[in-house]
Antibody, heavy 120, light 106 residues
Framework: QVQLQESGPGLVKPSETLSLTCTVS??????????WSWIRQPPGKGLEWIGY???????HYNPSLKSRLTISIDTSKNQFSLELNSVTAADTAVYYC????????????WGQGILVTVSP | SYELTQAPSVSVSPGQTASIACSGD??????VSWYQQKPGHSPMMVIY???RRPSGIPERFSGSNSGNTATLTISGTQTMDEADYYC??????????FGGGTKLTV
């Protein structure tokens, strides 16, 4: 069974870089079939797609975040990561990692989410 | 950029049928997925490719997509179905797009 688990600091200062890691079990991030994604949800609001990456290196990012965003894969640890720089309070959210489902361009498996607060 | 629109809330009595709509330009030519999210939990996919149910999702959940509107239908709605529901599609220009979500009250 595929499981994903987010980890990282719960508090980041404005203008700094938000860094999160998703550890995958039950599947391999080296899979050439699925993409690996990040999605966030500000408190009390809806879901916002951040971006995804294939093992091959192909990435697609939300155009509104693209200039600040990097998603990378570490096959040795079976993890993928998110880096979002120059954060502001607007980046405060629960961040989820997810894996594509069987339908393509959907999200069949989700992590439990991690709340990241941007505050001095 | 591509946008999906959902009504903020829908109410239904237990045992009745709930319909949650998602609208977008030419949506019928895209694949739509639906996610259920209960308070304090991660979203869970209940429909993919417009009408297919993942393993373990009850048969009372069904989906359709035509024209500019996709619909999630819950037949014989139960109190456990009370949750937020999000539609999601993929578009060449915006890639992944989520609707704003609909709060279903049972």
């Amino acid at each position: 069974q595929v499981q994903l688990q987010e980890s990282g600091p719960g508090l980041v200062k404005p203008s700094e870089t938000l860094s999160l890691t998703c550890t995958v079990s039950g599947d391999s991030v080296s899979s050439t079939i699925y993409y690996w994604s990040w999605i966030r949800q500000p408190p009390g609001k809806g879901l916002e797609w951040i971006g995804y990456r294939y093992y091959s290196g192909s990435t697609h990012y939300n155009p509104s975040l693209k200039s600040r965003l990097t998603i990378s894969i570490d096959t040795s640890k079976n993890q993928f990561s998110l880096e979002l720089n120059s954060v502001t309070a607007a980046d405060t959210a629960v961040y989820y990692c997810a894996r594509e489902g069987h339908g393509g361009h959907d999200f069949g498996y989700w992590g439990q989410g991690i709340l990241v607060t941007v505050s001095p | 950029s591509y946008e999906l629109t959902q009504a903020p809330s829908v109410s239904v009595s237990p045992g009745q049928t709930a319909s949650i709509a998602c609208s977008g330009d030419d949506l019928g030519n895209k694949y739509v997925s639906w996610y259920q999210q209960k308070p304090g939990h991660s979203p869970m996919m209940v429909i993919y490719q417009n009408s297919r149910r993942p393993s373990g999702i009850p048969e009372r959940f069904s989906g359709s997509n035509s024209g500019n509107t996709a619909t999630l239908t819950i037949s014989g709605t139960q109190t456990m179905d009370e949750a937020d529901y999000y539609c999601q599609a993929w578009d060449f220009t915006s890639y992944v797009v989520f609707g704003g979500g609909t709060k279903l009250t049972v």
